[in-house]
């Protein structure tokens, strides 16, 4: 894939992007929020132990990054395995890998120098593919933005059982009921329901 690829023109700029990675292993496609890390023009994936992407990148070496504004999709893919129809199998040069239908856009990766810490993996994502389905001009809104922080301290809420979590998440529920519209408010009472 040309290095002249513009990063910026899919979404995904200097600092960290929130997407949803997809992988693949054997049939069974996975969907789960993950950090794409871009600095210096590099792009990076750091992953903690004992996730099924973590699994997956290491047997398979290849991830999608989809660029999504659903906040539905976010709860979800956290927490619960996401229905088969969300995907959709692209094949590219006789490799199979699994993209999400709702996408503004994806990029397909391959992982490269993966380096494996006790705790976690840092893996360096080269473009293979990438396609644009839509684009969607939106500006922001601290509604989506609570239920992402959300989904955050609610996967540290179900490492730690921590408290403070708790607390965190209602003060973003708050954001989200002031600023976000139905569908932020829907994602929210999924959220609050899967705790
Ligand atoms: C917005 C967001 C970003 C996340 N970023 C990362 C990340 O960069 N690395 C990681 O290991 N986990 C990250 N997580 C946590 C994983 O999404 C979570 O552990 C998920 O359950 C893993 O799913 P899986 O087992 O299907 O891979 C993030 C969660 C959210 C909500």
């Not at 997407?19 to 292993?25: D, L, R």
């Not at 994936?45 to 999504?68: H, Q, W």
């Not at 199998?89 to 120098?113: D, H, M, S």
Request: proline letters at 3%; hydrophobic letters at 40%.
């Amino acid at each position: 894939m040309s290095k002249n690829l513009n990063l910026d023109d899919f979404g995904i700029y200097e600092g960290i992007s929130e997407v949803i990675v997809t992988t693949i292993h054997g049939w069974t496609p996975n969907a789960a929020p993950m950090g794409i890390i871009r600095r210096k023009g590099k792009l990076f994936l750091r992953l903690f132990k004992g996730s099924t992407t973590y699994s997956n990148v290491l047997s398979e070496k290849m991830i999608v990054a989809n660029v999504v504004w659903d906040p539905a999709m976010f709860v979800c893919s956290t927490f619960t395995d996401l229905e088969d129809s969300h995907f959709e199998t692209v094949n590219f040069k006789g490799r199979n890998f699994v993209t999400l239908k709702n996408a503004q856009c994806w990029l397909a990766f391959e992982c490269t120098n993966t380096k494996l810490t006790s705790d976690a993996l840092v893996t360096e994502l080269v473009p293979m593919k990438v396609h644009i389905n839509k684009c969607i001009i939106r500006a922001p809104n601290r509604g989506l933005f609570g239920v992402i922080e959300s989904c955050i301290h609610a996967t540290r809420y179900q490492l730690t059982g921590e408290e403070k979590y708790l607390k965190l998440i209602k003060a973003y529920g708050d954001i989200v009921d002031k600023c976000g519209g139905d569908e932020e408010k829907e994602a929210m009472k999924l959220l609050y329901g899967l705790l």
